[in-house]
């Protein structure tokens, strides 16, 4: 990452300031870039994401794993709107929309009049053409691993458009690998760093998508109706065969999740007068996951099953006015229904084990009133403050029975500042409170670690964070663009893992609220067309996010970092179009991280090498793209490291390091894609 942040010095160095705003970046100042379809008529994109991921100084977020509709969506607009849908993610839906279809992408940067950012700084928005007629695409792919196994899959998607009505349908069937699993070493060390036991790991997994996504839009009333619903079936299976090198025996561990994913989702909006706008929003998800998972081993032989229901029901309202050209003011109300029912069987060496939290029921009723203005007293200085009061009752039956009432209030205050179209300066200062995630309710089986299962704990509060954060943005070059971000968040009720105390003492752990830390992170994107580097066509794109978090481990007392979070990510991506032969190819480079995971008795640390891969798109003909792609060029390895220790890590000794150090083998991609309209 050192040689990244040398480049962006470099081109600010550099950088001449733009003599005027060209097509792209007219109406910077206001906060908006427009990227006309010719602006990527060289690189031969085929759907919106794959235009989106060329746009200048903005990163792709898909969204978070989260309840109710807020923040859920990525940071993705499709005209002007977010996606009332959650399994049917941003990144499914822009790979429907055909290049064709989109008339323009806008980027808001720190907020514009009439915008629901939802609490990011910066958005895309795909705007789409109002032409009629119909357009679609065919896909055919095929993935050959070094391990010999072949997965095939096909994809086909259309759209409609008919007058003010429009429909869409897209249908997936195939195979993928899980490139997190793959063969290599094991080798388990004693205390003293003597090697104790070594094994030879084969593991493979796949899933199995089976996917049907729709929608529909029509007039209706005075406004318009849009209904969407998708039907989601992914099947996963994985096989680890661990085998003793050093003594007679082999560990075997069989894994399978049926996963069922369905929702529905209504979205209503008309005109109250000429300054005026209402929005409804309905939205009902249902998540069924069975899970049975079997471990045998030397010793010990494990048999793990749940069978975990979720259903959603959100509702929304939103009222939007325009007061004035530089005001607009806003508010509404968000509820939710969630329900969790959870049932659990563990059984080792034939006895069934009773586990905390193994069969619970869950019910959470949560409201969320909010109120917001956007002021741009200048064009060049935008302001934006909002207030939210979020309620919820929770409430669990089963293995655990409680009930608890949590209320917080979350302000929140955004100040941009653009003195030109080249740059930009953003300040924000926000009370976040996270969503408590129903995984951690319930017991489950840890699928990394062989044999391992893990309590869960209904009773949770939400993580709170005061966040301040100050990003800076200058364009460069008519499409380069680099933005740097600094950002503290002072938090309360850290969601950890933490010790569960029965009669006897601590005998597990399970997420729990271990008090109160702190988050900083630096993050620097960049993005540098190379024309006047003498590489003609060709763009680089690279992201680096550096972070270090503080909290008190509730075992040893004593300071680290949070369970799972990341201290360094970082991504690079080279891509060069090539007109003449109407080709475009590329190299992308990214997921290198680390993390660890701070139990009671363990510490399990994760290392992920980058997955790098060489691909070329040809296009024979305007509506054929054959698509090539060595993936995973350098045998990604995934090092997983457990240090075990005898009891408590603050009053046992270390009983051994286990390390596995599992390689997954390059693979060969090939997709042929055909569009029609």
Request: no cysteine; aromatic share 8%; net charge neutral.
């Amino acid at each position: 990452m050192g040689a990244i942040a040398i480049a962006v010095m470099a081109v600010l160095a550099a950088a001449e300031p733009a003599p005027g705003p060209s097509p792209a970046t007219a109406g910077a100042e206001q906060g908006v870039i427009a990227y006309p379809p010719s602006f990527f008529a060289d690189s031969g994109a085929a759907t919106a994401l794959e235009m989106v991921g060329r746009v200048p100084g903005f990163t792709f977020d898909k969204g978070a794993v989260v309840r109710g509709l807020a923040g859920s969506g990525g940071n993705v607009l499709v005209d002007g709107e977010w996606p009332v849908s959650k399994n049917d993610t941003i990144e499914e839906i822009l790979k429907r929309i055909p290049a064709k279809s989109v008339a323009r992408i806008e980027v808001i940067r720190g907020g514009a009049p009439g915008v629901d950012m939802q609490g990011r700084s910066v958005l895309a928005n795909i705007v789409r053409t109002s032409a009629s007629g119909g357009r679609g695409s065919a896909l055919v792919s095929s993935q050959a691993l070094g391990d010999g196994r072949v997965l095939n899959s096909f994809r086909a998607e259309g759209q409609w458009r008919w007058g003010r009505r429009s429909a869409e349908l897209a249908v997936v069937y195939g195979r993928g690998p899980d490139d997190l699993l793959g063969d290599g070493p094991r080798v388990r060390y004693g205390p003293t760093g003597a090697e104790v036991l070594a094994s030879d790991v084969d593991a493979d997994g796949q899933g199995f998508r089976q996917w049907v996504t729709g929608a529909f839009e029509t007039p209706a009333g005075a406004g318009k109706l849009r209904l969407n619903g998708a039907y989601m079936l992914t099947p996963y299976s994985a096989e680890t065969y661990d085998r003793y090198l050093t003594q007679p025996g082999r560990e075997y561990q069989y894994t399978t999740l049926d996963r069922l994913q369905a929702e529905l989702g209504a979205r209503y909006s008309r005109g109250l007068g000429k300054a005026t706008t209402l929005e409804a929003l309905l939205f009902q998800q249902w998540n069924n996951v069975d899970t049975k998972d079997q471990f045998d081993g030397l010793t010990v032989d494990r048999d793990f099953r749940l069978d975990k229901k979720v259903t959603e029901t959100v509702g929304r309202l939103h009222l939007r006015h325009t007061v004035s050209e530089a005001l607009t003011v806003e508010g509404g109300v968000e509820g939710a229904f969630n329900a969790l029912d959870s049932t659990t069987a563990f059984i080792q060496n034939g006895v069934r084990v009773r586990l905390p939290a193994a069969n619970v029921t869950v019910e959470e009723k949560r409201a969320e009133p909010f109120v917001a203005a956007t002021w741009r007293p200048r064009r060049s200085l935008t302001l934006e403050a909002g207030l939210k009061r979020e309620s919820s009752t929770v409430s669990s039956e089963g293995d655990v029975v409680l009930e608890k009432s949590l209320s917080f209030w979350k302000p929140r205050a955004a100040l941009t500042w653009a003195p030109d179209g080249t740059r930009q300066v953003r300040l924000r200062v926000e009370r976040e409170v996270s969503q408590l995630n129903f995984d951690d309710f319930v017991a489950s089986s840890n699928l990394v670690n062989t044999g391992s299962v893990q309590v869960g704990n209904p009773d949770l509060s939400p993580q709170q964070a005061w966040v301040v954060e100050a990003a800076y943005e200058h364009r460069f070059w008519t499409s380069g663009a680099v933005v740097a971000t600094l950002r503290h968040s002072e938090l309360t009720d850290v969601i950890d893992r933490a010790p569960v105390f029965g009669a006897s003492g601590a005998a597990a752990d399970a997420p729990g609220n271990i008090g109160d830390g702190t988050k900083d992170e630096a993050i620097v994107s960049l993005t540098l067309p190379l024309d006047r580097l003498g590489v003609k066509a060709g763009q680089f794109k690279a992201q680096g996010t550096w972070r270090k978090s503080e909290v008190i481990d509730p075992t040893t007392l004593e300071t680290r970092e949070i369970s799972a979070l990341r201290p360094v990510e970082w991504e690079v991506h080279f891509s060069q179009d090539l007109p003449r032969w109407r080709a475009t190819w590329g190299v992308d480079v990214s997921l290198a991280y680390r993390e660890s995971l701070y139990r009671l008795t363990e510490i399990e640390t994760k290392k992920l090498d980058p997955w790098i891969v060489l691909y070329a798109d040809l296009k024979p003909r305007p509506d054929l793209i054959l698509r090539l792609e060595l993936q995973n060029i350098g045998a990604r390895g995934v090092t997983r490291i457990r240090e075990v220790y005898a009891g408590p890590r603050n009053t046992s000794p270390l009983l051994y390091t286990d390390v596995r150090d599992l390689d997954f083998n390059p693979m060969v991609f090939v997709r042929l894609r055909k569009s029609f309209g």
